[in-house]
C-alpha cells in the first residue's frame, strides 16, 4: 500500500468527519468534491502547514512524496467560518500562518495545531471564540429537510455559507452516492437508476465532471 488512511466520525456537530493518511510512497490523486471544506495540517519534510481549503466544485490533483502526511477536519455543510464564508473560499486553499511548531495564528487568534485525537475539541475550541457558525436552513436543507422558504431565499443562503447553489449540492451528492455504490460493485446501469440520473450515459458525463473518472474507472480501482 502506498498510503495509510484513517477516516472516523466525530461528535461534535460541526465536523463531518476527521481523516488521517501517511503516503509510504509518492502518490498522485484526485481530491473530488463531496459538499463539506477542509481545515488541513500537512506534514512535508519536517515542516507543517495549516490550509483552509473551500469547499471544491471540480477534481483537484494532489501530489504527494514518500513521508508526506495530513490530517483533514472536514466540517458539515452549512457551517462556515463566520469572519470568511464559503462565498469567499469555494474552490481556494488559504494558508495559515504557522506561530510555532505547535501552533498557528487564523483571524487573529493563536490556536494549537490539531492532530486526529483532539479534533473534536479543537473545533469545540473554535465554536468557543465565535470563529465557526452554523446557517440552520443550509444544514436542515444538506439533509434534506427543506421548510417551506423560497427558493431565492434558501439559494442566497447556500451561496453565502457554502459558495454554491442547492442545485450544486445535490449534484455533489448524488455523486458521491454513485461513487460509493460502483465501489461495492453495483453495475452502472443499477446505480443510474438508484441515484437519479436520467441514464448511464447521463451518470457518465456527471462522474467524469464532478470526480474526474468513469463509472469503468471507478469499479476497476
Not at 481530491?31 to 490550509?51: A, H, K, Y
Amino acid at each position: 500500500m502506498s498510503a495509510r488512511r484513517q477516516v472516523r466520525s466525530s461528535d461534535s456537530p460541526f465536523v463531518e468527519r476527521v481523516t488521517r493518511v501517511t503516503y509510504d510512497a509518492a502518490v498522485r490523486e484526485l481530491s473530488t468534491p463531496d459538499g463539506t471544506w477542509d481545515l488541513v495540517v500537512i506534514e512535508r519534510e519536517g515542516r507543517r502547514l495549516v490550509l483552509q481549503t473551500g469547499l471544491i466544485t471540480r477534481p483537484v490533483e494532489l501530489e504527494n512524496d514518500a513521508g508526506d502526511a495530513y490530517l483533514a477536519i472536514s466540517f458539515k455543510p452549512g457551517v462556515f467560518l463566520a469572519k470568511q464564508p464559503g462565498v469567499s473560499t469555494v474552490d481556494r486553499g488559504i494558508v495559515q500562518p504557522i506561530l510555532s511548531p505547535r501552533a498557528f495564528s487564523m483571524h487573529g487568534e493563536t490556536l494549537e495545531i490539531p492532530t486526529f485525537d483532539n479534533a473534536d475539541d479543537f473545533v469545540a475550541r473554535l465554536a468557543r471564540r465565535d470563529l465557526l457558525a452554523r446557517d440552520e436552513l443550509v444544514a436542515d436543507a444538506a439533509r434534506g429537510d427543506v421548510r417551506a422558504i423560497g427558493t431565492r431565499t434558501l439559494q442566497r443562503h447556500f451561496v453565502h455559507a457554502l459558495g454554491i447553489t442547492p442545485k450544486q449540492l445535490a449534484q455533489i451528492q448524488r455523486a458521491c452516492r454513485a461513487v460509493e455504490l460502483l465501489e461495492r460493485g453495483v453495475a452502472p446501469a443499477a446505480v443510474a437508476i438508484e441515484v437519479g440520473y436520467s441514464d448511464q450515459p447521463h451518470m457518465t458525463r456527471a462522474l467524469k465532471a464532478l470526480v474526474g473518472r468513469t463509472p469503468g474507472q471507478i469499479r476497476g480501482g
